[in-house]
Nanobody, 116 residues
């Protein structure tokens, strides 16, 4: 089992920045990929950004060029630097991980609100 804990959400004005963090615990040696998804009210959960153990990154189209994912080691977690935030970025952001056996893990979510 892997446990994920997010931090760093909050309220920010349009054009501002936020940094999200997600730390992993448990069987972190089994993790193959970590990242972030988000879900806005009335919408489906969508990919924000993920990063593999090898460092390969993948971004959702709506955040390319504005968000950057990085990682230290899986224990210290992954980080999502969000710049040039827009009201449409408002959502609950969920940390995500999967392991070599295909099991998926989710954090509890952190609210990001972009509003003036």
């Amino acid at each position: 089992q892997v446990q994920l804990v997010e931090s760093g959400g909050g309220l920010v004005q349009p054009g501002g920045s936020l940094r999200l963090s997600c730390a992993a615990s448990g069987k972190i040696f089994s993790i193959s990929l970590m990242g972030w998804y988000r879900q806005a009210p009335g919408k489906q959960r969508e990919l924000v950004a993920v990063i593999t153990a090898g460092g390969t990154q993948n971004y959702g189209d709506s955040v390319k060029g504005r968000f950057t994912i990085s990682r230290d080691n899986w224990k210290n977690g992954v980080f999502l630097q969000m710049n040039s935030l827009k009201p449409e970025d408002t959502a609950v952001y969920y940390c995500y991980a999967d392991d070599r056996n295909g099991r998926q893990y989710w954090g509890q979510g952190t609210q990001v609100t972009v509003s003036s």
